[in-house]
């Protein structure tokens, strides 16, 4: 189980941008495809973006072109560029890496977004 820790959450104003960071623990996270979601008050977890290992992407349609995932796996880490950000963006947002052999999903703990004026 790789340890995932999100960070850079946090209270912005509509309009405004925030980069979300997860680290990973596990030396070879090269391997795994990666992801962020999101659960809303009241809501139930939904897809944000999600990045193979091989670099393919895939976005939910409600954050297409405001939302950017990115990979450094030199340094173990996910990224979510979130711009452009709306009020109906407020969840938490949970990190997540799937293993390529087992296909077992890693979650972080969560960093709380909050879109409000």
Not at 72 to 100: F, G, I, R
């Amino acid at each position: 189980q790789v340890q995932l820790v999100e960070s850079g959450g946090g209270l912005v104003q509509p309009g405004g941008s925030l980069r979300l960071s997860c680290a990973a623990s596990e030396k070879v996270f090269s391997i795994y495809s990666v992801g962020w979601y999101r659960r809303a008050p009241g809501k139930q977890r939904e897809l944000v973006a999600t990045m193979s290992h091989v670099g393919i992407i895939n976005y939910a349609d409600s954050v297409k072109g405001r939302f950017t995932i990115s990979r450094d796996n030199a340094k173990n880490t996910v990224y979510l560029q979130m711009n452009s950000l709306k009020p109906e963006d407020t969840a938490v947002y949970y990190c997540n890496a799937v293993h390529p052999l087992t296909n077992f999903h890693s979650w972080g703990q969560g960093t709380q977004v909050t879109v409000s004026s």
